[in-house]
């Protein structure tokens, strides 16, 4: 019966589908380490944050604080986050309820937009003025224009090239958590575990919102827009040709008084993503059901508005694996803030992070539900990180000073 | 929900290249020998979607857009292999094949005089122009 052949099907085609899943994540997070690594090393950057965003709101860090201090900074700071990442989930959920889907679709689409042109296009400015690349303004900004409207058109639309599509969305990742490792360290770390927590309440209790979206897109059928990163299908000899391929996207916001164009640059908050996705999936019928996040991003101006990503991982109809943009994006924070120290954390973060994603797409395996993909690995992944700071590096040093090793 | 099934080994899921002359109806997408318009094979459009895609594409590609002419033949390469499989679609990729060289090569004889030429052959105007410069400006460059 078929309902015996899926458990199986995920587990024959294992390795297939687990590079499929791991190479956009490694390749997010490379990217994120390599920017980290040309934009930081400027050593005449200042090290305070001229950086605001409602991950900072409640507490700025500056070097003169106590780690006492620091530490209950960066706790605030968390729930402040973790706070508005759920009201904005609930606005999703009620306009999910309200059937605004054509809302959230061009919402989404004009997010891409942004997120695409502004972070995008700051980051190129960044890198041009790094490297004093002889690029005039013209050129530019008719690349830029063309790369975030082809981007839009990739997010929005239902059927396009899957990897064109694929690529998008790690870009937009890529960017998104660029710009999260610049907040200040301790809220960096303390906002990671508090969103790992978040993550496990929101897709398992059931009054989470992530579950109630998942149950309402369920019960009636329908599929959630969202950022999904979706790989490619595998199709086996055996089993059924699956001729479609899905793609959600969906991104939602909340405009108070939008005001986008005059932001500038040095208030530029980032945005806050995260998502979860619940997918479930049953032989035979298929069924899905997806649940995110929004993505917030607040201006000083208090301008707010959210996007949604979906983070989680689960299965899509098409028996391909399903990663949410947040799971992305916050792995990709992790591993950008350990390369900010050094790069033997960033392997120690790297291995903790696959073999966190690992073990949660064997757990997918088992449970053939829908399971928030972040506490795993975030929780590895910081352990991790302080253990080889704080023991690893100086027995590596040690050994190395001393000709003992490497 | 699945749509159809097909057990035919030869079915390459990745990249669909079979060659094959003589165009299948598309409405029901059984038949492994068929050429598909797209990239994605069997997970791409259907051959009427198609069409309405290369159109769309094409006329969007007006609005500055060389980059969604090349993913239109991205998109679409094996109809630019299979000459007369697709005439409809081919139609239109040539054309954003051609509509995205033209623009490329200006764009890139543009960006190139620039950056080879400097300040030698344009004089202050070049400072004015210059990205970084821009950047620096519009305090664009300061980021944290």
Known sequence: MDRNQRPRSIIDSLGEELIAILTPVSICMFTVVLLVCILNSDPSSSSSASFSSIATAAYSESDSDSSWDKFVGAFLNSLVFVAAITVATFVLVLLFYLRCVKFLKFYMGFSAFIVLGNLGGEILVLLIDRFRFPIDCITFLILLFNFSVVGVFAVFMSKFSILVTQGYLVWIGVLVAYFFTLLPEWTTWVLLVALALYDIAAVLLPVGPLRLLVEMAISRDEDIPALVYEARPVIRNDSRLVQRRVWRERRSSQNDNDDIEDRTNRNEVVRVVRSAEVDEERVGSSERAEISVPLIDRRPDQVENSETFLEGIGLGSSGAIKLGLGDFIFYSVLVGRAAMYDLMTVYACYLAIIAGLGITLMLLSVYQKALPALPVSIMLGVVFYFLARLLLEVFVVQCSSNLVMF | ?144
Not at chain 2, 6 to 18: A, F, G, H, T
Not at chain 2, 91 to 119: H, K, P, Q
Not at chain 2, 129 to 139: E, K, S, T, W
Request: charged share 15%; with cysteine; net charge neutral.
């Open chain 2, 1 to 144: 929900m699945e749509d159809s099934r097909s057990d035919d080994p030869n079915l390459n899921p990745i990249r669909n290249r079979n060659p094959n002359p003589t165009p299948n109806p598309l409405s029901t997408i059984i038949s492994s020998a068929q050429v598909w318009p797209t990239i994605d094979g069997p997970l791409g459009l259907t051959e009427e979607a198609s069409v309405d895609y290369a159109r769309r594409f094409y006329k969007f590609g007006f609005a500055l857009l060389p980059w969604l002419w090349f993913v239109n033949c991205f998109y679409f390469w094996p109809v630019l292999r299979h000459a007369r499989a697709f005439p409809q679609i081919r139609n239109y990729v040539v054309r954003s094949a051609i509509g995205f060289s033209v623009f490329t090569a200006l764009l890139s004889a543009w960006a190139l005089t620039f950056s080879i030429g400097g300040e030698q052959l344009f004089g202050p105007v070049y400072d004015k122009l210059v990205m970084y410069n821009v950047a620096d400006r519009l305090g664009l460059s300061g980021l944290a």
